[in-house]
């Protein structure tokens, strides 16, 4: 009998798939733990499931429901992308290296993508940061900008802002080589402790509309969530910290959320009175309620994570330190790209599913790392031309504006000026045009000319002739009537 389930295709955070078959009874945190099986992740409350393509703003799939019953596509292998879903205010929280590493590599690839945005020193120093936990020590310069080819590290931002390659290579290796003495586990810390202070970090943005149809993307990070103008990532227009949170609300096209009362006014909410502590209950809508699903039960898991954290830092205040974790990290002899090689076949086969893994090659890995990398800088310096040409067009215009202004005070043309060979000459704002037979005569025509010149001539004396004998007729008629 042919088995039934849809086949599952699950990309792990270092590009490594994951396929298995979805039974029809296969719940969603059922197949986290498969995927996280992959790596003997233990805090997997930290991750989720997302539909391939979304991870802009991310869709996750539920993990108290069954997979094949949620808002899914349909047709063709199911697609997924292992993400993280709740991020962490500060390391501390984190308890197991593996955690710690695949926070790594999904804060390396936000950066790549501008999710995460840094200004170009901030890139440059996490990408010496990279080359140093991927590669070790400095050893050459030649040897250090062909690794950095290969790693996808430099964002389109930063090319749009510095197009010269070879200047963001000296940047990044300049910085790579004070790194020399670092561990492993201390570059990927540092990395991190880098991006924790980035303003956008952790943040998850969907496009939601107030109650007068404005647009405006609803972020939710560590902090809390925060309401953005389109476009203004950076800086929030307000932040509704988790503490201050009361309540949250879904329903339909509709996102509500009950907030303790600031000092600030409150934009479009509704003051709930009556309490010991008033409340004011703000409201978003989206056309998406697949979008508005994921955006409520992604705030619910972030509000509950704060909660839990703040219990557990109350009740047993200890936790690892950094440098603990930075040890463990640089002492383990397996990293997740080979780890995943082992272990994970019989835990997908064990649950039902006749899964079995695809791993990739580390080389066609960073092969296709570095021909995204490649893609990326070819686009950005498309956009540079373009750029370049515009200026350029415009300094021509405004050189051939300041050429005819000083035509017109010379009575004479520049040399540099466009058209000087045309033909067409100006003088005191009046403008002559010229026969270019005249300006460039022909030799070969100057018999011609001469032969006109004496025709000219000619034709001139017969008429002085017959002027005068006009005259001449003129004068003997008088006479005669004298």
Aim: overall charge neutral.
């Amino acid at each position: 009998m042919p088995e039934l389930g849809r086949r599952c295709i699950a990309v792990l955070l270092d590009d490594q798939k994951v396929e298995t078959v979805v039974q029809p009874t296969l719940q969603g945190c059922d197949l986290l733990d498969l995927v996280a099986s992959h790596f003997s992740l233990k805090e997997k409350e930290y991750f989720g499931l997302c539909l391939d393509g979304t991870e802009m703003m991310p869709q996750w799939l539920e993990l108290d429901r069954p997979v094949l019953d949620q808002d899914i596509p349909q047709g063709g292998p199911l697609r997924l992308r292992l993400q993280v879903r709740y991020y962490v205010e500060s390391l501390s929280w984190l308890q197991d290296a593996i955690a710690v590493e695949l926070f790594y590599y999904q804060c390396k690839q936000n950066v790549f993508k501008d999710l995460i945005q840094c200004d170009s020193h901030t890139v440059f120093e996490l990408a010496a940061y990279v080359l140093q936990a991927t590669y070790g020590d400095f050893s050459n310069a030649v040897t250090a900008k062909e690794d950095l080819k290969r790693l996808p590290v430099i964002p389109a931002s930063t090319l749009k802002e510095h197009p010269d390659t070879n200047y963001c290579e000296s940047e990044i290796l300049r910085v790579y080589q004070y790194l020399t003495g670092r561990s492993r586990g201390v570059a990927i810390i540092s990395y991190l402790n880098t991006v924790l202070s980035q303003p956008t970090y952790g943040l998850h943005c969907y496009d939601v509309k107030d109650r007068v149809d404005a647009p405006f993307l609803l972020g939710l990070s560590p902090k809390g969530l925060a309401v953005y103008e389109q476009g203004q990532r950076a800086h929030p227009k307000q932040l509704y910290e988790w503490k201050n949170l009361e309540n949250i609300y879904h329903r339909d096209k509709k996102f509500s959320i009950e907030v303790y009362n600031s000092s600030e006014a409150q934009t479009g909410s509704m003051v709930r009175s009556g309490t010991s502590r008033n409340m004011s209950v703000l409201v978003w809508f989206s056309n998406n309620p697949r979008l508005l699903r994921s955006l409520f039960n992604t705030a619910k898991g972030q509000h509950q994570l704060y909660l839990s954290k703040r219990a557990a830092r109350s009740m047993s205040p200890s936790c690892r330190s950094p440098s603990d974790l930075a040890h463990e990290l640089s002492v383990s002899t397996v990293s997740l790209s080979s780890s995943t090689l082992t272990g994970s076949t019989n835990s997908l086969m064990s649950a039902g599913s006749r899964g079995n893994t695809i791993s990739e090659e580390t080389a066609q890995a960073a092969q296709e790392a570095a021909r995204l990398a490649e893609r990326e800088m070819y686009f950005a310096l498309l956009s540079r031309r373009d750029t370049l040409k515009q200026q350029l067009r415009k300094r021509e215009e405004e050189l051939t504006t300041l050429y005819n202004e000083e035509a017109k005070v010379t009575s004479r043309r520049h040399k540099a000026a466009p058209g000087y060979n045309s033909g067409k000459l100006k003088k005191i704002g009046a403008s002559f045009e010229y026969s270019p037979s005249i300006i460039n005569p022909d030799p070969h025509r100057r018999n011609t000319i001469e032969d006109l010149q004496k025709e000219v001539e000619i034709q001139q004396k017969i008429v002085d002739a017959a002027h005068v004998r006009q005259v001449n007729v003129t004068i003997v008629y008088k006479r005669e009537h004298v």
